[in-house]
């Protein structure tokens, strides 16, 4: 038994092999080894959280495959660049995607893009986590008519805020 690690590339690869025993004897062997390089998809994705109600767009690049497939562990739709059709799934190189309902109750989801028509390969999968950040609650009050000069204070209750910003119109 002898072990050979010939070098081969992408393509058809003739591999030809000659036995020699100790005797001199003579034997020879070949076969064909077809070859296909690994496919590979790259998931570009805008940094940051998104938030609640926006949508976002991703594109994919992809190498050594036919095409690709986008999904998510998510409820969200995709929209299409180049098809503009909706779906849950889209295979499109630039898409939209606009979370779902489940999406924002979990405050985001996984974005996967898939290589498809693969040959000999399995398929290549990048995938990238979203955030997607609820808005901000709340509500004021105040009293809604006095004599002038009026001074009101106004009570509120906010929830889900980094800063709060008055703005009176002036």
């Known amino acids: 038994s002898s072990k050979v690690n010939p070098e081969v590339k992408e393509g058809m690869n003739k591999i030809k092999y000659r036995f020699t025993d100790a005797n001199g004897c003579t034997k020879a062997d070949s076969l064909r080894i077809r070859v296909q390089y690994a496919p590979d998809v790259q998931l570009i994705a805008p940094p940051g959280a998104l938030c609640e109600g926006d949508t976002f767009m991703l594109s994919g690049t992809r190498t050594r495959t036919a095409a690709f497939r986008w999904s998510t562990t998510g409820d969200g739709q995709f929209t299409g660049n180049t098809s503009n059709t909706t779906d849950?799934?889209?295979?499109?190189?630039?898409?939209?995607?606009?979370?779902?309902?489940?999406?924002?109750?979990?405050?985001?989801?996984?974005?996967?893009?898939?290589?498809?028509?693969?040959?000999?390969?399995?398929?290549?999968?990048?995938?990238?986590?979203?955030?997607?950040?609820?808005?901000?609650?709340?509500?004021?009050?105040?009293?809604?008519?006095?004599?002038?000069?009026?001074?009101?204070?106004?009570d509120g209750e906010f929830n889900g805020y980094k800063f709060i910003r008055w703005n009176f119109g002036d």
């Open 88 to 154: 849950s799934f889209s295979t499109d190189a630039v898409v939209r995607y606009a979370p779902g309902a489940a999406d924002i109750a979990n405050q985001g989801c996984i974005i996967r893009l898939m290589s498809t028509d693969n040959g000999l390969c399995p398929a290549d999968v990048e995938q990238k986590s979203i955030a997607v950040e609820l808005k901000p609650t709340g509500d004021f009050t105040a009293p809604p008519e006095g004599c002038e000069p009026y001074i009101t204070f106004f």
